[in-house]
């Protein structure tokens, strides 16, 4: 019986068809592209999953979220075509491939890599700062930018990347905490971004704990016309002329993608 618990549905697939694994952190809101928008222009016959993200506000580590999302898929049973990470994902990405390979007596699912990187405190600083001015229409010009400047600044050198986390987290609700209640605004939204934020540190700190040198070497690497620095460690690259935010829309990268999983079938 299919266990979904770690895992969320974005195409059925039909008549039996394997199944390809997506891991991303994906919110509702994100400006770039996920793999909702990937999923419908990949061969209809392959039923295609994206990770959820656990319950609870615990840290967890890296083999807490793999076994959860491996469990599911062995519970499935079908065959596992292709395992695929967008940035942080393909740290991830790659390990869950090993496994799958391993379930499958060395068959091994194709590996594709979507701008992959090992997170880093410059890439959580940004994604703060992308994440206050989404709230620009409560918090005045000026508190966007204190905040981003006071988590600019708490961004050394030898930062541990969970502890900033947890400083950006706190500046996060102190900041946008005092505008919520300028405004009388029901903080349940505020909350539920704090939640978000926590968690998705947690899933950028638990992959930096594995080294995805070796499973990405196995890989492809899709890449925009910015490539990532993880990009070259793939086995094989694939560029396309589009923007970051926008390559798990396009329609060159899905036929890609079905050309490297062995489909050809675009819509």
């Not at 979220?65 to 967008?86: E, K, M, P, S």
Request: net charge negative.
């Amino acid at each position: 019986m299919t266990q979904l618990s770690g895992w969320k549905v974005l195409s059925p697939g039909r008549g039996g068809g394997d199944l390809v694994l997506a891991v991303d952190f994906a919110t509702t809101g994100r400006s770039d592209s996920s793999f909702s928008d990937l999923a419908p222009r990949l061969d209809p016959a392959l039923a295609v999953w994206e990770t959820r993200q656990p319950a609870g506000t615990a840290p967890l580590t890296a083999e807490d979220y793999l076994a959860l999302w491996d469990g599911g898929a062995a519970a499935d049973g079908r065959r596992v075509r292709a395992v695929l990470g967008y940035c942080a994902g393909g740290v991830f990405a790659g390990e869950l491939a090993a496994r799958v390979a391993a379930r499958q007596g060395g068959e091994a699912p194709h590996l594709v890599l979507f701008e992959p990187e090992v997170p880093e405190p410059d890439g959580l600083y940004r994604d703060f700062a992308a994440m206050m001015n989404q709230f620009a229409s409560v918090l005045t010009a000026e508190e966007v930018g204190a905040a981003q400047r006071e988590a600019e600044a708490a961004r050394t050198a030898d930062v541990d990347f969970g502890a900033y986390g947890d400083v950006l987290v706190r500046i996060f609700t102190e900041r946008a905490g005092a505008a919520f209640a300028r405004e009388e605004l029901d903080t349940e939204m505020l909350d539920e971004f704090a939640a978000v934020f926590r968690s998705y540190v947690s899933y950028l700190d638990a992959a930096r704990r594995i080294d995805p040198a070796a499973a990405w070497s196995t890989g492809t690497a899709v890449s925009s016309r910015t490539p990532s620095q993880g990009a070259a460690l793939a086995g094989r690259g694939v560029g396309i002329d589009v923007d970051h935010a926008d390559m798990l829309r396009d329609a060159r990268v899905a036929e890609a993608v079905n050309r490297i999983l062995g489909s050809y079938v675009t819509s």
